[in-house]
């Protein structure tokens, strides 16, 4: 079965460099999560899109923009890179904006700031 | 106070016992509970979702919601050494928003 996909799986970027990360959902899936996981942490959720809308808007620093599009992938937008902002990112889709329906994770980007 | 609690572990069990693992959320307005297992530097995996008072069973898993107690536990029969990972506890409070709330996640190591 067809999977999340996440491009690049690794980054590595200088501080105040930009990155752009991008997430291609499971076909059908018209719902899409980013999550940020720190080392030793637990995923936290950044923002989400349900028909190319905003939906839902968590803990996403102001330097971070996020869109979808018509064809449904999204694209992390990250400026002004810190040192923190070194961790994985999840997209994760879903098949419709609701509490029961599922979230799949893709593999996650690993971003690296030195 | 976390919103979502676990024990870190370790917990260890031998090949072939059940590993029990736990979970409380603080919000009584939780809607559904996600288990997802993560290996190192892996992504989550859904294992099971319950959104239903009772148990839930796939296969070797069963996961167990009392909502009265903001409770949620899964249950691993025959535990394999493959299984060993962390087990992500996660809920979704529902009504506008629709994120996962993650607990710290429960570290299992299955002894061969």
């Known amino acids: 079965a067809a999977g999340v996909i996440q491009s690049p799986r690794h980054l590595i970027k200088e501080k105040r460099e930009t990155a752009t990360l991008k997430c291609y959902p499971i076909?059908?899936?018209?719902?899409v999560y980013w999550y940020q996981q720190g080392p030793g942490q637990d995923p936290q959720f950044l923002i989400s899109?349900?028909?190319?809308?905003?939906?839902d808007k968590g803990s996403i620093p102001d330097r971070f923009s996020a869109q979808q599009f018509s064809d449904y992938h999204s694209e992390l937008n990250m400026s002004s890179l810190e040192l923190g902002d070194s961790a994985l990112y999840f997209c994760?889709?879903?098949?419709?904006?609701?509490?029961?329906?599922?979230?799949?994770f893709g593999p996650g980007t690993r971003l690296t700031v030195l | 106070q976390k919103e979502v609690e676990q024990n870190s572990g370790p917990l260890s069990v031998p090949e072939g016992a059940i590993a029990s693992l736990n979970c409380t959320y603080s919000?009584?307005?939780?809607?559904?509970f996600f288990w997802y297992r993560q290996y190192s530097g892996k992504s989550p995996e859904l294992i099971m979702f319950?959104?239903?008072?009772g148990d839930k069973e796939d296969g070797r898993f069963t996961a167990q919601l009392n909502k009265a107690s903001q409770y949620v536990s899964l249950l691993i029969r025959d535990s394999q050494p493959s299984d060993s990972a962390t087990y992500l506890c996660?809920?979704?409070?529902?009504?506008?928003?629709?994120?996962?709330?993650f607990g710290t996640g429960t570290l299992l190591a299955v002894q061969p």
């Open positions: 076909p059908r899936h018209d719902t």
């Open positions: 899109f349900y028909e190319k809308m905003q939906s």
């Open positions: 919000d009584r307005g939780s809607q559904s």
């Open positions: 319950i959104y239903s008072n």
């Open positions: 996660a809920v979704n409070v529902g009504g506008a928003t629709n994120k996962l709330i």
């Open positions: 994760a889709s879903s098949p419709a904006l609701g509490s029961y329906n599922e979230q799949f």
